[in-house]
């Protein structure tokens, strides 16, 4: 089992394999980076496994496959073949932007892929293709089609935008509510990478909109995610608020995050991180494991996304499209 310095067990493994991205959402690549990651300082598939191999035989059991865009890297599906070669039991998710589902959705199930998150931020057209910057909405409504067709479990991801987006959240609880997915409203994290015009909306606002249409009521966070749960009365729907500007979920904390070139970040709010490329390279699995540990050691007791903290220079300078969000 994995413990880490604060005594929480660590289960959860989410694993980024790209930073590339066919979206420039605002809030995450507004712009194309400099530079890319050379395609070279990426690990392999076989590398990568390497070292979830170790995580798994040492008590990982979740693992989410994310980017960047994870449907950009060729191959996936034989990757999350891999992992549930290794273990079917494992809760294997993945979480994308959707475009390219239509055309991917049976290959990743037939590979294994449990569960998706889709990230669902409007149903106007105009909208989405203002936050993403490229025209995308029918064709991630027909790759959230496609997934529920070939029997894939499906989440909504959406992150409000004041004078955005901010009108269509009960519009997207409805949507997920109808076709039987659930829905999480992510509060927006402020980053160096996003557009610094966008604001975002806060849990109680998010909360207060739904509340316009629905009696509510709060059920809890669900086990270690950092999703709070509400059900509407009138309907028995479930959804879900990730809200890390309080940091309560931190004390269940149960994750750390491996880039695509081979960081392990053990909190998505600071830079820390700690390679283990070299190790896999070598196929030095005993060094892998002790860099494992390690991160595990210095993980910090909780994030601080604040109000008054959008300029503290602890803020990790990473992106979300680096680590994955
Ligand atoms: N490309 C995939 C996607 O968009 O679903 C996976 C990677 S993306 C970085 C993972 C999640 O992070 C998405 O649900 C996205 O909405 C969220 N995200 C990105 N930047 C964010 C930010 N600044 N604040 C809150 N959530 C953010
Ligand atoms: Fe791409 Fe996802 Fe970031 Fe949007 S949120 S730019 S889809 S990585």
Not at 27 to 44: A, D, G, I, T
Not at 166 to 171: C, K, L, S, W
Not at 236 to 255: Q, V
Not at 271 to 300: F, N, R, T, W, Y
Request: aromatic share 8%.
């Amino acid at each position: 089992m994995l413990i880490d310095g604060h005594g929480r067990k660590v289960n959860y493994l989410r694993v980024s394999v790209t930073e590339r991205c066919n979206f420039r959402c605002q809030y995450c690549m507004p712009e194309k980076p400099f530079s890319w990651v050379p395609k070279e300082n990426l690990l392999s598939f076989e590398e990568l496994f390497m070292f979830i191999k170790v995580a798994m035989d040492e008590g990982v059991d979740k693992i989410r496959i994310t980017g960047g865009e994870p449907l950009l890297r060729e191959d996936l599906d034989s990757f999350i073949k891999m992992i549930n070669d290794h273990n079917p039991d494992v809760d294997l998710a993945m979480t994308t932007n959707g475009f390219l589902l239509p055309e991917a959705s049976q290959r990743l199930k037939d590979a294994g892929l449990k569960r998706l998150n889709i990230s669902l931020d409007s149903l106007k057209a105009d909208v989405a293709a203002k936050i993403a910057q490229k025209d995308v909405l029918p064709q991630v409504l027909k790759g959230i089609d496609k997934a529920l067709e070939v029997g894939l479990k499906v989440k909504l991801n959406m992150v409000p935008l004041k004078g955005i987006n901010d009108d269509e959240i009960v519009d997207i609880l409805d949507y997920a509510q109808q076709n039987g997915m659930k829905v999480r409203f992510i509060e927006y994290m402020e980053n160096r990478h996003a557009d610094q015009s966008l604001r975002g909306m806060h849990g109680k606002e998010i909360l207060a909109k739904v509340k316009e249409k629905y009696t509510i009521r709060a059920l809890g966070r669900e086990g270690a995610s950092p999703s709070f749960n509400y059900i509407i009365e009138e309907t028995g729907y479930e959804f879900g608020l990730i809200d890390p500007h309080k940091h309560d979920f931190c004390e269940s904390c149960n994750r750390i995050r491996l880039t695509a070139e081979g960081f392990l970040i053990p909190c998505l709010y600071f830079d820390e991180a700690m390679s283990i490329a070299d190790h896999v390279k070598k196929g030095d699995i005993e060094g892998a494991s002790q860099v494992l540990a390690q991160v595990l050691k210095d993980k910090p007791k909780e994030n601080r996304w604040s109000d008054e903290n959008t300029d503290d220079e602890d803020i990790s300078s990473r992106a979300f499209y680096e680590t994955g969000g």
